[in-house]
């Protein structure tokens, strides 16, 4: 099946500063990435869906201004968290598919704010 | 509102087969998915049904009636590693996967 690469996997940074995950499509062109949180014992929480070329469709409640997402390439997408706190520590997903087909998903990033 | 339903948590018996059933009402069909989610790991696609009837892969098979809004995942010969949650998705009018909750799978020898 098709391959999404997301980076890094894990990371810890301090509290104040930003963090950048990327998500690549590596053998496909993916018109659409979606950016998901994942919270302990709970379900995938949509954030954002990019589409390559123009501004990120935000999900109600997520702040389009903490979490940057940028859709440069068919095969890239990144998710800037801005400024972070504790309370973002998360599970983040991103996932890459056409219109039709199963989301294939990143590795998924672990992000620990201290 | 679009709601999918499956049970939050089962537990089976290694060997043996479970059925886990999912619930949807969404705005537009365009597939169903299975994922399965190991903890602290990405999902992986499991079946895709778009049609009517029964898909089976292996040990996993998926059910659809797009009628009563209902799938089943079945799994059978359960294995230990089969212990994760697995995530039922409706890809809406949209082409927007809509989440389940999940439903986490407990395997006892």
């Known amino acids: 099946g098709a391959v999404v690469s997301q980076h890094p996997s894990r990371v810890i940074c301090k509290s104040g500063t930003s963090v950048k995950i990327e998500c690549r499509s590596l053998?496909?062109?993916?018109?659409?990435m979606f950016w998901y949180r994942q919270f302990p014992k709970q379900s995938l929480m949509l954030m954002a869906t990019?589409?390559?070329?123009?501004?990120?469709?935000?999900e109600q409640g997520v702040e389009k201004d903490k979490f940057l997402i940028n859709h440069a390439s068919l095969t890239l997408s990144t998710l800037t968290v801005t400024s972070a706190h504790p309370e973002d520590s998360s599970f983040y997903i991103c996932s890459a598919r056409t219109t039709d087909t199963e989301a294939f998903f990143g590795q998924g990033t672990r992000l620990t704010v201290v | 509102g679009q709601n999918i339903d499956q049970p939050t948590e089962m537990t089976a018996t290694e060997g043996a087969i479970v059925q886990i059933n999912c619930t949807y009402q969404t705005s537009g069909f365009n597939g169903l998915f299975w994922y399965q989610q190991h903890a602290g790991e990405a999902p992986t696609f499991l079946s895709y049904?778009?049609l009517d009837g029964l898909e089976e892969k292996g040990r996993f098979s998926s059910f659809l009636s797009r009628s009563k809004g209902y799938s089943y995942l079945l799994l059978k010969e359960l294995q230990m590693k089969d212990s994760a949650s697995y995530l039922c998705a409706v890809s809406d009018s949209n082409y927007q996967l809509i989440w389940g909750a999940g439903t986490k799978l407990i395997i006892k020898p």
């Open positions: 053998d496909f062109q993916a018109t659409t």
């Open positions: 990019s589409n390559e070329g123009s501004k990120a469709t935000y």
């Open positions: 049904n778009v």
